[in-house]
């Protein structure tokens, strides 16, 4: 019994390694990325980036801000496969996901600088995707940016 309960205590997604990508170049992620919440992120080749309405990774997606302004990023390779990290440097503008009420102070300020760091995977098409966790890492919500279109 106790050995079931230890089980069924952990999820996967707490402890997610990676996606196993290890061939993906920078030159193949610059570009253009949204996703359907009208988030859109433009990472230059030169390493400069620019946000808009990007949320929170984490437990900090639950605080409902969006963020934009201008950053950067890096691909970088760990064991468990290849991460985007992205820095925003300069935040130029604070939006909220839902509408909260004028009288909800409960909500942390918004950070005037964040990090996030997106897991790189390939989709049934071999096209790129970049997605983190968002929330409960018990529950494996994944917030999943594609190549914006024309881009």
Same mark, same amino acid.
């Given at each position: 019994?106790?050995? =079931? !309960? ?6 996967? %997604?707490?402890? %997610? ?8 170049? !920078? ?14 992120? =433009? ?7 620019? /946000?808009?309405? =990007? ?31 992205? !820095?925003?440097?300069? @935040? ?7 509408? +909260?009420?004028?009288?909800?102070? +409960? +909500? ?13 995977? @390939?989709?049934?098409?071999?096209? =790129?995707?970049? /997605? /983190? /966790? %968002? ?13 914006? !279109?024309?881009?």
């Amino acid at each position: 019994m106790v050995v =079931l !309960a230890t089980l069924t205590a952990c999820n996967p %997604y707490q402890y %997610y390694e990676g996606t196993g990508i290890h061939d993906t170049t !920078a030159a193949e992620v610059a570009g253009g990325w949204e996703n359907v919440e009208g988030t859109r992120v =433009l990472l230059h080749e030169d390493g400069t980036a620019l /946000f808009e309405k =990007l949320d929170g990774q984490d437990f900090d997606f639950d605080d409902g801000w969006r963020l934009s302004g201008k950053g950067t990023w890096q691909l970088t390779d760990d064991d468990g496969g290849q991460v985007v990290r992205l !820095a925003l440097t300069a @935040r130029t503008r604070v939006e909220s996901r839902s509408p +909260s009420p004028a009288t909800d102070t +409960s +909500s942390p300020e918004p950070p005037s600088t964040y990090a996030w760091s997106f897991y790189v995977d @390939r989709d049934q098409h071999d096209e =790129l995707k970049l /997605f /983190f /966790f %968002y929330g409960d890492p018990d529950i494996g919500n994944t917030y999943v940016m594609t190549r914006e !279109a024309g881009s």
